[in-house]
């Protein structure tokens, strides 16, 4: 099976723009949770999509969005972004979820950085 | 909500030795703990989990404990090689995923 693959892998913003990431699971997996990475803040949750439905969320401002598709693939979106946006996001799939001790594969990840 | 702490921050031991990581959650209703390895430049790699009905669990050289009433869990290394060494991150799950701040473990050959 192909692992889970995000596209773009660099991405090159600058304040006051908004971005999107992508982020295809392993075939078969219905959960997507999303996560950003930074050296000060470590790896901190931002949202799960299971079936197309948000099932639950982190504590990141309303500017951090996201949606699944009918095919489990997945995408955030960040509006309006900030210096403190710049960092490593990641996204990992489950079959069925994060409370159903499934382990996680995740992503290479998608560099942003905000200028 | 969750709250994950993670102990030490940096961690050196020698070819052979054996590696400690501690980590403490808040939330008594987290039910799922794993632990990642992540190499330099590389994605989180899960190396072992352990269910809240289970109190410890080994594969090969590495090991988890896991005590719900002190609501504290641990990673063990034990015959530690150069190739251990990585950033560890502990996580709890209730419904959502909290980690702790990592261990950046070097393995002196």
């Known amino acids: 099976k192909a692992g889970v693959t995000q596209t773009p892998r660099y991405l090159i913003k600058t304040r006051g723009q908004q971005v999107t990431l992508s982020c295809s699971p392993i075939s078969g997996h219905r959960s997507v949770s999303w996560y950003q990475q930074t050296p000060g803040q470590g790896l901190q949750f931002l949202f799960e999509y299971f079936s197309e439905t948000q099932r639950n969320k982190g504590n990141f401002p309303g500017r951090f969005s996201g949606r699944q598709f009918s095919n489990s693939r997945s995408e955030m979106n960040v509006s309006t972004l900030e210096l403190g946006d710049s960092a490593l996001y990641l996204c990992a799939s489950t079959p069925s979820g994060l409370a159903t001790y499934n382990e996680q594969f995740f992503g290479p990840g998608t560099r942003l950085t905000v200028l | 909500g969750e709250n994950v702490e993670q102990h030490p921050s940096t961690l050196s031991v020698q070819e052979g030795d054996s590696a400690v990581i501690k980590c403490t959650y808040s939330?008594?209703?987290?039910?799922?703990f794993p632990w990642y390895k992540q190499e330099l430049g590389k994605r989180p790699q899960l190396i072992i989990d352990?269910?809240?009905?289970?109190g410890e669990k080994k594969d090969q050289r590495i090991a988890v404990t896991l005590n719900k009433t002190a609501k504290h869990f641990s990673l063990h290394i034990t015959e530690t090689q150069p190739e251990d060494s990585a950033v560890y991150f502990c996580?709890?799950?209730?419904?959502?995923?909290?980690f702790g701040a990592g261990t950046r473990l070097t393995v002196k050959p």
């Open positions: 996580a709890a799950i209730n419904n959502d995923m909290r």
């Open positions: 939330d008594s209703a987290s039910n799922y």
């Open positions: 352990i269910r809240s009905n289970v």
